[in-house]
């Protein structure tokens, strides 16, 4: 059993940073791949950025690569989420997930067992 929390939402202007970190309690941390995935009012929930277990082979869509970092630390049970030039488009609830999915997977959030209950990002313009 995984229990995740996140923290480090809130409202940030349009061009600006967040950190958002992911703190997990339970065993076999380091055996999970630990994503981010959000969802907007109204749209359905899209995956962000992810970090496998095996490796720490980062993932990003399409929608924040090159303006974003996703780290694991393995000793302080911990993801981190580093986003810039955030615009009003990346304003969304923010949620940690924790699974075991293969590689062609990994975006899919079905595949994902824990999830945290998720922290509100919200980008003014």
């Known amino acids: 059993q995984v229990q995740l929390a996140e923290a480090g939402g809130g409202l940030v202007q349009t061009g600006g940073s967040l950190t958002l970190s992911c703190v997990a309690t339970g065993d076999s941390f380091r055996s999970y791949t630990f994503a981010w995935f959000r969802q907007a009012p109204g749209k359905d929930r899209e995956f962000v950025a992810g970090?496998?277990?095996?490796?720490?082979?980062?993932y990003y869509s399409d929608s924040v690569k090159g303006r974003s970092s996703v780290t694991r630390d393995n000793t302080k049970k911990q993801v981190v989420l580093q986003m810039n030039s955030l615009s009003p488009e990346d304003t969304a609830v923010y949620y940690c997930a924790a699974g075991r999915p293969i590689l062609s997977a990994l975006r899919d959030g079905s595949m994902y067992y824990y999830w945290g209950q998720g922290t509100q990002v919200t980008v003014s313009s």
């Open positions: 970090v496998r277990a095996s490796g720490g082979s980062t």
